[in-house]
């Protein structure tokens, strides 16, 4: 927000808005997926055109910290030239320079304010001052209330944290500070569940999207491949979720078949084998998800 109340010019016309946007109104959610490298965003971009569904770019701070802007700017050209909708995003972003470094690169059209490693006044506060400086360049944020716990690749792990569960008064919270996207905790966690497996609160997500669901678009975290299929994405979808990450199995996948081919097959063959399964995984999500056919 502006000192005067009202939201900077461009916000309403950024095209990862736009995207998950028509998907809360459709009942659909978009696969966010969380890519590493150029095999990846390849793959997301085939996929997406495959199965003519919209879908978004993750890249983690990792990515800018090793190639500087090289892997932003392929995937926002990959975006920009893509026949459908596709944006960039980037996810749990946990260090205010980054932040401002990523946000003055140009080529992300969200990115997530991730300060919940830190307690609710600090995180308020420092998530009020990124979010502003991103809204100020077009860029439109996501932020987590409470704190999903666990560990996964390319962002710090809060294993050792306590757990907060997001309340619909802290979601109002964050949605005051101008956000797009919420990333409540509802019971997920990053990585793997455990022996009992997810044990999700919808009565919460119930009751945070019943208070700020007419304002935020809800995004999932935690969507691990082992549980979050068809059932229970669509079971999420109903409570307002319109936007799910996408990480483990199409990292996983990747490592599978360079594990399996590599010294057996010319590079270029691992290479596009590999980019060819991580495509067949993101199509299958975006079945589950319902965005297939919504492009």
Not at 180 to 195: C, R
Request: proline content about 4%.
């Amino acid at each position: 927000m502006t000192a005067n109340g009202t939201r900077p010019k461009g916000l309403e016309t950024n095209k990862a808005k736009a995207i998950v946007d028509a998907a809360w109104k459709g009942k659909y959610a978009i696969a966010a997926v969380c890519c590493y490298n150029l095999e990846a965003i390849i793959a997301t971009v085939r996929a997406a055109e495959a199965k003519k569904s919209p879908a978004l770019i993750q890249l983690f701070p990792w990515s800018v910290e090793f190639a500087d802007g090289l892997l932003l700017h392929a995937a926002a050209e990959a975006a920009a030239k893509a026949t459908v909708p596709i944006a960039v995003h980037m996810d749990h972003a946990q260090n205010p320079d980054i932040i401002r470094r990523s946000a003055d690169l140009g080529g992300f059209d969200g990115i997530m304010v991730d300060m919940s490693h830190y307690e609710r006044d600090e995180n308020l506060r420092l998530s009020r001052e990124l979010v502003q400086y991103c809204n100020a360049r077009g860029i439109i944020t996501e932020c987590e209330p409470g704190r999903i716990n666990g560990s996964e690749d390319g962002i710090a792990d809060t294993i050792n944290l306590d757990e907060v569960l997001t309340t619909p008064e802290q979601a109002e919270e964050f949605v005051a500070l101008g956000i797009d996207w919420l990333a409540p905790a509802f019971g997920n966690v990053h990585g793997n569940y455990g022996p009992k497996g997810p044990e999700l609160r919808f009565d919460l997500l119930e009751a945070v999207a019943k208070q700020v669901g007419d304002r935020v678009r809800i995004v999932l975290h935690g969507a691990h491949e082992d549980y979050f299929q068809n059932e229970l994405l669509r079971k999420c979808i109903g409570y307002g979720v319109a936007k799910v990450n996408i990480n483990g199995p199409v990292q996983k996948t990747f490592i599978r078949v360079g594990a399996e081919l590599i010294g057996k097959e010319p590079l270029t063959t691992v290479i596009e084998k590999q980019t060819d399964a991580m495509q067949k995984i993101i199509e299958e999500n975006m079945d589950w998800l319902n965005s297939s056919g919504k492009a």
